[in-house]
């Protein structure tokens, strides 16, 4: 999957007249679930892997492992180095198991699906280690849609990929920086992944695939996910950076539907700076498509379509992060500076899990 500090990632499908929003199920197909773990097994060094065949070496590993494991409990920098390890391994199992993915799917004609199978599997395998767990709003925006669309996202951390995962869905398509093609793994599984790479330093260069994405997004019924900020914002409070227009000047060239899709500020489960990195529940929600039919591509418009699509996106997080501080009030969670200390574990905003909690 690519860096978090590209543009990136990609969806298909839609809208829906259903009144509800249900919420997308976490993977369970025995390839997404299974095959990853086993290949990170498989990868680990011949050497390791003989020496936990000996008791004694077991015995000595275990030894070295438990203490760190009781240490992340009460100490916050060892909780972090120990989950931002297990992300890291599991972000390099995946982009070794996407270019496994990819041969196998495009051998069978399913190259259209390699970023669901490897984006699916990657949460699947890493959002357990780490005690993430999510909840979708609006749905139906994604799943019910049939044609493509313009997907964009907040960006607040590289730790976005895990929400990505839980989203992704079939037939979709990456965009991202020309320079990841040459990352090793990485830049092999997005080659065969038929992702399209831009050179962002020339300009006209992007203008031209642009247009040319537009017509193969149409021609193949691909929908693009693209991160609008261009770059993290790891913002401690709800918020977002400036929008880049690649994004706007795509859907409007294509003239196909955005979709905005807002995942909950996390700073007070993950923060690289505070060497944080706790468990919890976020929300992530998808918001109603803005159709870009008869807007064009003058400055003026683009400007205003740049805006509203901001605005949109920006109440829906603030909006996230009220229902978040609420709902820590009621259970008696402050942020810090508030006289209270604050819970390891995020709890969920979900009425289900308030009525576990009544239980």
């Known amino acids: 999957m690519p860096s978090s500090s590209t543009d990136s990632l990609v969806s298909s499908q ?5 009144s509800t ?18 290949l ?17 070496a077991l015995l ?13 409990k009460f100490f916050r920098p060892v909780r972090y180095y120990i989950r931002l390890t297990a992300f890291l391994l599991g972000l390099g199992t995946c982009s070794a198991w996407g270019v496994i993915v990819s041969i196998a799917l495009s051998l069978v004609g399913q190259s259209k699906n390699i970023n669901y199978v490897v984006a699916r599997s990657f949460h699947g395998l890493v959002a357990p280690l780490v005690g993430w767990r999510f909840t979708v709003e609006g749905a139906e925006h994604l799943t019910e849609r049939k044609g493509p669309a313009v997907v964009i996202g907040n960006h607040q951390t590289m730790i976005d990929i895990l929400y990505l995962g839980r989203i992704f869905p079939k037939g979709a398509s990456i965009m991202a920086k020309k320079e990841l093609q ?11 992944s038929n992702a399209v790479f831009v050179n962002r330093s020339k300009r006209a260069d992007a203008v031209a695939i642009f247009a040319k994405v537009a017509e193969t997004m149409k021609e193949k019924v691909l929908s693009l996910f693209i991160f609008p900020e261009g770059t993290r914002s790891a913002s401690p409070v709800p918020s977002m950076l400036p929008f880049k227009k690649g994004a706007f000047h795509l859907a409007v060239q294509a003239q196909l539907p955005i979709i905005p899709i807002v995942c909950e500020n996390y700073a007070q489960l993950y923060s690289s700076k505070e060497k ?7 929300v992530i929600r998808v918001l109603p498509p803005i159709p870009t039919i008869g807007i064009t591509s003058s400055s003026e418009d683009i400007t205003a379509l740049v805006d509203r699509t901001r605005s949109l996106m920006l ?6 992060g009220r229902r978040r501080d609420e709902i820590n009030r009621l259970k008696g969670v402050f942020k810090e500076g508030e006289g209270a200390s604050q819970s390891e ?11 576990e909690d009544r239980e």
């Open 14 to 18: 839609g809208p829906s007249t259903s």
């Open 21 to 38: 929003s249900p919420t997308i199920q976490p993977p369970s197909p025995f390839i997404v679930r299974w095959l990853p773990p086993l």
């Open 40 to 56: 990170l097994l498989l990868l680990l060094p011949l050497g390791l892997m003989l020496a936990l065949t000996s008791r004694n």
């Open 60 to 72: 000595t590993t275990l030894a070295s492992v438990l203490p760190f494991m009781v240490l992340s």
């Open 182 to 192: 040459f990352t090793p793994l990485l830049g092999q599984f997005m080659t065969l």
């Open 276 to 282: 944080r990195f706790d468990g919890g529940d976020l």
């Open 315 to 320: 109440e829906a997080i603030e909006d996230l």
């Open 345 to 355: 574990e995020r709890q969920p905003l979900t009425a289900e899990s308030r009525e």
